[in-house]
């Protein structure tokens, strides 16, 4: 049973960045196809950020270049970098992980907690 738990959210102004981290126990990273995902309040989860095991990367096109999506295998952690922060940024997010590829889409099987982010004008 993988364990995922997120930390790093927070309140920030428009412009600023954060470091969102995802820390996993019960499976090592290096195994692990994760992303991030995002919920705002009445919109849909939405895929934010994916990392394969080979290290190949896909965002969704509103973050495309703002956000960086990476992990340390050593610390068994996923990371994801966000600069150049908007409003519409803001939302509670998660990190995902499954033994099984799903890029941007809802199936993994292993989810967090989720962390808050509010970013203001």
């Known amino acids: 049973e993988v364990q995922l738990v997120e930390s790093g959210g927070g309140s920030v102004q428009a412009g600023g960045s954060l470091r969102l981290s995802c820390a996993a126990s019960?499976?090592?990273?290096?195994?692990?196809?994760m992303a991030w995902f995002r919920q705002a309040p009445g919109k849909e989860r939405e895929g934010v950020a994916y990392l394969a095991t080979n290290g190949g990367t896909d965002y969704t096109y509103a973050v495309a270049g703002r956000f960086t999506i990476s992990k340390d295998n050593a610390k068994d952690t996923l990371y994801l970098q966000m600069d150049s922060l908007k409003p519409e940024d803001s939302a509670m997010y998660y990190c995902?992980?499954?033994?099984?590829?799903?890029?941007?889409?809802?199936?993994?099987?292993?989810w967090g907690q989720g962390t808050q982010v509010t970013v203001s004008n």
């Open positions: 995902a992980a499954d033994q099984y590829a799903f890029n941007l889409g809802n199936a993994y099987r292993y």
């Open positions: 019960g499976s090592a990273v290096s195994n692990l196809y």
